[in-house]
């Protein structure tokens, strides 16, 4: 087993569309140890003239440089060079853990990253259009600006590599959904990969024993119902487009929705499937996509707004219930993501009116939850099933799964 050398660092890199995410941990860190962080940052609006990079240390002010950074490789660029004066030093990274949103059948595990593996990748890019070659290109430049460290692949749909045939299945015909890798894949698997195990901890239950029904909700949203410590079944489907209302993505609907659409406006399937992702959900129902800004506008009076968060939130109750009936006896339901997180309203709307299930609020300490950085119960005691809210840590799961990685094959 490697052990970590007291200089050695763990880069984490979690790359969007116009963003790139990072993070720095000591190698006792990423090894479970230790905890906490050595360093933060994003470069926000890549593309675009007004792009800016945030750079972090605990215990100092932010640093921030506003350039224009016109593509990833550039972001990459700017990070290493923020690293580089503002610390720690990127000489002392040994391994960077990449976050890869589709893995398909063939990444269920983090995989060492080589020339093969990029292959492989890009081969899925049909099943993952909107995220993997984003991933891919912030990859490729992190592995050429590094290249003398162990890079390790972390995929979002591995977690929920066991979902059972009858919860990844579609109805349709089989041949056809085999050959083209039409199936339900799953989504958000490194954040509840995490809680399931934290949450397990606070719960003084096995990791490989814990039941729990986990609603991740951010500006994405997702509810993975776990049995003995694996995913058995979740929200999001093909694509991270099914299940729950978000902050601008539709959720389930008629699929018959679609075609209609394409006939009746004119529009492309390919414009129409922009219309499902980036305007729909929160954004589609009342122009907004923040749930604090809906929040905000709902209270005062804006009915379009209210009716927005009821949509959201029903849906949200929706899936806990049924997960319910999928998971025997759960240990808990927990609550996650920056909404899960922080905004009681949200909990308090989704498990408040399922008293009748087992779960009981307790409106003071539900209340008090905001920004807590230990896992907390919010139940009151009285009911079937505890509640928590479980900070979710991706950017350190991404971590202890490279290290993992990279130590037992030292």
Excluded at 103 to 110: A, I, K, L, Q, V
Excluded at 179 to 200: D, E, K, L, N, Q
Aim: proline residues 6%; glycine residues 8%.
């Amino acid at each position: 087993m490697l052990r970590p050398h007291p200089t050695s660092t763990v880069l984490v890199v979690n790359s969007g569309s116009s963003s790139l995410k990072y993070k720095v941990f000591a190698a006792a860190v990423a090894a479970g140890e230790e905890s906490g962080w050595l360093a933060a940052g994003s470069v926000e609006r890549i593309g675009d003239a007004a792009s800016q990079l945030t750079h972090r240390r605990p215990g100092a002010a932010p640093s921030t440089t506003r350039a224009q950074v016109p593509d990833h490789a550039a972001a990459v660029a700017a990070m290493l060079a923020a690293l580089t004066q503002h610390g720690p030093d990127a000489s002392d990274i040994v391994a960077v853990g990449h976050r890869v949103v589709h893995g398909g059948d063939r990444f269920t595990e983090p995989t060492v990253v080589d020339v093969a593996v990029v292959a492989a990748l890009e081969a899925l890019t049909p099943l993952a259009p909107l995220h993997n070659p984003v991933n891919l290109d912030c990859l490729r430049a992190v592995r050429e600006a590094l290249p003398g460290v162990i890079h390790v692949a972390a995929f979002d749909t591995a977690f929920h590599a066991t979902l059972p045939p009858q919860a990844r299945t579609y109805a349709l015909p089989r041949d056809l959904a085999e050959r083209h890798g039409i199936r339900r894949w799953g989504f958000h698997g490194i954040s509840h990969s995490f809680v399931t195990r934290r949450a397990a901890h606070a719960l003084e239950v096995l990791p490989a024993d814990v039941r729990l029904v986990i609603c991740h909700i951010g500006n994405g949203v997702s509810v993975t119902a776990v049995a003995a410590g694996r995913s058995v079944d979740t929200s999001m489907g093909m694509t991270p487009l099914e299940g729950l209302v978000m902050g601008t993505r539709c959720g389930d609907i008629d699929p018959a929705v679609i075609p209609y659409l394409v006939r009746e406006t004119g529009q492309s399937a390919d414009e129409v499937e922009a219309l499902l992702n980036h305007d729909s959900g929160l954004q589609g129902l009342c122009g907004d996509s923040d749930v604090r800004s809906v929040r905000s506008r709902a209270e005062a009076g804006d009915a379009a707004a209210r009716l927005a968060l009821e949509v959201y939130s029903y849906r949200l109750r929706k899936y806990v219930g049924a997960y319910l009936a999928v998971v025997a006896k759960p240990h808990a339901v927990v609550f996650t993501g920056g909404v899960g997180e922080n905004d009681p309203q949200t909990r308090a709307a989704v498990v408040g009116p399922l008293g009748h299930l087992g779960l009981r609020l307790d409106s003071d300490a539900n209340t008090a939850v905001h920004g807590s950085e230990k896992p907390v119960r919010i139940d009151d005691g009285s009911g079937a099933i505890p509640l928590l809210v479980v900070p979710t840590d991706e950017e350190l799961e991404i971590a202890h799964l490279t290290w993992r990685l990279i130590s037992a094959s030292a």
